[in-house]
């Protein structure tokens, strides 16, 4: 990076140890473990994001917590871990989205979404004098080639899942994925079955003002998040 | 026989005197009751010549708000492409809509950096959460702020529409309702149209609009007047011997 001093933060503090490994990579994939659960599921019409939100106390006003957000008209994401680093990817995704779309005049597909992310993160454990982002983010959302669900890494890795969880039990969670995620899934199904798999793992009673729904259907390819009201309905109708 | 330029002149005229394709133009916007209504006309010119017989002058700013645009059709299109791009990021920022006064401001802002050299004369209008707004953008970077508005070579002619009216109309007046204010818009914009040679085609219209619940909705009514149809038309298109008919283009009309 320009503009710093040559010697005091020309170096990366991503360094590689002995044995192969990249010490503050791992960290951070720690520091996504300790972040609160986030699941994601594949449908054939469509994506569902959900993640837990628990507030540390009662007096903080729920309604500022935004932790599904939009990046493009298509495509939504989740996080868990660092909230404050996700919202810098939140950002950056969202420009690089209509930078794609002023310059090539259509909608970047999800994964070109999700590589412009990934670069960004890689650049963070290659770079003088900064960390990696500590969290991973769930994007989704529809393109021409269908939907598509991908968890991007500190590291900059990405994978595209048919189901998936980060975060705090996310073994939990993916070992009850496993068993109920089938390719002939419907959206509505997804949603069900993402509630379902966090009521699993929830320390108490799941109401919707503890977790927040984004969905995407290939129907009208918009991303939007669900309302309480919608969410109550969906947890009320579940087993 | 009077003297005509060969097509290869034509050419070199419009290249040698650098007469890039401009809107010519008649633009407006009224305010009215509820909201705010924007006409254009379709007419695009490179000097003499009609380029576009048909073309687009009401450009999306964002779901609430609607930019006419005359001056350099480029000029007008990158404008205004740019700044929708921004106010769509502004509102995944702010979640919140769009306000015309941001809009304003950063067109201003653009404009105003470029000294007039971005030949772009905007009628600005939408409606947010404080209300219904019109605005006129002239390419230096200044604004007006006024409840009816007129830009481009037809907008003396609209003007005196809006101001006025004719023998048998009224022009503007205060609360307005939206269909009187669609007919007035449209009388403005034929004003131009048959009057200025820079106008001509047909009437665009857009309607923005606020109902009691607080939702905006806008109405984009492309090609809502065809005011100068094509006069004689073959019924069918001439059959070329060995070439596969695909499709009839629609806008044999214009």
Request: glycine letters at 10%.
């Amino acid at each position: 990076m320009s503009g710093f001093d040559s010697d005091r933060y020309s170096f990366s503090l991503t360094t590689f140890s002995p044995s192969g490994k990249l010490g503050q990579i791992d960290h951070a994939l720690a520091a996504v473990n300790n972040g609160s659960t986030s699941i994601g599921i594949k449908s054939h019409d469509g994506i569902v994001l959900v993640t837990e939100r628990k507030l540390k106390s009662a007096l903080i006003d729920k309604d500022s917590i935004k932790k599904v957000q939009i990046l493009a008209d298509n495509v939504g994401c989740v996080y868990s871990g660092i909230g404050a680093d996700s919202a810098v990817l939140v950002r950056s995704g969202r420009k690089n989205g209509e930078v794609y779309r002023r310059q090539f005049g259509e909608n970047p597909g999800v994964d070109t979404v999700a590589k412009d992310l990934t670069a960004k993160m890689q650049s963070y454990t290659q770079s003088g004098g900064v960390r990696p982002f500590g969290c991973s983010l769930l994007v989704g959302g529809v393109d021409p080639a269908g939907p598509s669900l991908w968890q991007v890494d500190p590291s900059g890795s990405s994978i595209r899942w048919k189901a998936t969880a980060i975060g705090k039990n996310s073994r939990t969670c993916k070992t009850f994925l496993e068993k109920r995620v089938t390719p002939d899934l419907s959206l509505d199904d997804a949603v069900k079955i993402a509630l379902l798999s966090l009521k699993e793992v929830f320390d108490g009673l799941l109401k919707a003002e503890h977790c927040e729904v984004g969905i995407i259907s290939t129907e009208d390819g918009l991303f939007r998040k669900m309302t309480d009201a919608e969410v109550t309905e969906q947890l009320d109708g579940l087993e | 026989m009077p003297k005509q330029d060969t097509p290869q002149q034509v050419l070199a005229g419009l290249t040698s005197k650098n007469q890039f394709t401009k809107t010519g133009t008649t633009i407006c916007g009224v305010i009215c009751k509820n909201g705010v209504v924007l006409g254009a006309d379709t007419r695009s010119t490179a000097g003499d010549i009609v380029m576009d017989k048909n073309c687009e002058k009401i450009h999306y700013i964002a779901p609430n708000i609607y930019c006419c645009g005359a001056g350099t059709a480029a000029d007008t299109e990158y404008t205004t492409e740019l700044i929708s791009s921004q106010c769509k990021l502004h509102r995944y920022r702010t979640d919140r809509d769009t306000r015309v006064a941001t809009a304003k401001t950063m067109l201003t802002r653009h404009l105003f950096q470029y000294q007039g050299h971005v030949s772009a004369a905007l009628v600005l209008g939408g409606v947010d959460v404080l209300g219904p707004h019109l605005h006129t953008i002239y390419p230096h970077g200044s604004t007006d702020t006024l409840p009816f508005v007129a830009m481009g070579s037809g907008s003396l002619a609209a003007i005196s529409m809006l101001e006025q009216g004719d023998a048998d109309h009224q022009g503007w007046r205060p609360n307005m309702e939206v269909e009187e204010a669609v007919d007035l818009v449209k009388r403005a914009i034929h004003a131009g149209i048959f009057n200025d040679m820079g106008s001509g085609s047909n009437v665009d219209i857009c309607v923005i609009t606020k109902d009691e619940a607080g939702k905006v909705a806008a109405d984009y009514r492309r090609n809502t007047d065809i005011a100068n149809p094509r006069k004689y038309r073959r019924d069918v298109p001439y059959k070329l011997p060995s070439t596969r008919l695909v499709e009839v283009n629609g806008d044999m009309d214009m």
